[in-house]
């Protein structure tokens, strides 16, 4: 196995490469995560496009990557990479992410529980600025939360019932 190269972590070193090619195919460039499950190592990257993305964007997004990526030796040992959609509960990590999605509804999970003992809200993403976000409520009252005390933050669908147990 060879050692991991110097500089970059693995997840920012590809998204610098993948940017450019997501852009040429029209594609935006969501997150790029590398994280291991059990034994194995998976590669993921996370492409939106206005409209949705299909299978034909996410086949075409690993053509793209896949020479350049071996090219890059990024990743030491062997991965599997996988090219998707960030899905309707996508989760907002990234400055870019919270300003896409101010005024919508989003789903939020504390580090720690609040005093009622209540470990997350849903609420419309009125604002975000300097790593912290503001919610509203119904009832228009509003909280501002630094994403630091967050364990993640998710665009909130109601469409399925509230059904999301295993997130």
Same mark, same amino acid.
């Given at each position: 196995? *060879? ?9 920012? *070193? ?5 940017? +450019? ?23 993921? /990257?996370? /492409? ?19 020479? +350049? ?16 959609? +960030? ?12 300003? *896409? ?11 720690? +529980? ?7 809200? /849903? ?7 300097? *790593? ?36």
């Amino acid at each position: 196995m *060879a050692a991991r190269k110097k500089g970059p972590n693995t997840a920012q *070193a590809v998204r610098e490469l993948a940017q +450019p090619l997501a852009e040429e195919l029209g594609l935006q460039l969501w997150d790029v995560r590398f994280v291991k499950e059990g034994a194995d190592w998976y590669l993921r /990257i996370y /492409i939106d496009k206005e409209g949705g993305i299909s299978i034909d964007d996410c086949v075409n997004m690993t053509h793209a990557v896949d020479k +350049p990526l071996d090219a890059l030796d990024a990743v030491a040992g062997s991965y599997t990479l996988e090219v998707s959609s +960030p899905g309707i509960n996508r989760q907002l990590t990234r400055p870019e992410h919270f300003a *896409a999605c101010i005024g919508r509804l989003v789903w939020v999970r504390f580090i720690r +529980p609040f005093a009622d003992g209540s470990r997350e809200v /849903i609420g419309t993403l009125a604002a975000y600025k300097d *790593a912290a976000m503001t919610l509203q409520n119904e009832q228009g009252e509003t909280m501002t939360v630094p994403t630091a005390d967050t364990a993640w933050v998710k665009l909130y669908d109601d469409d399925d019932g509230g059904n999301h147990e295993n997130e």
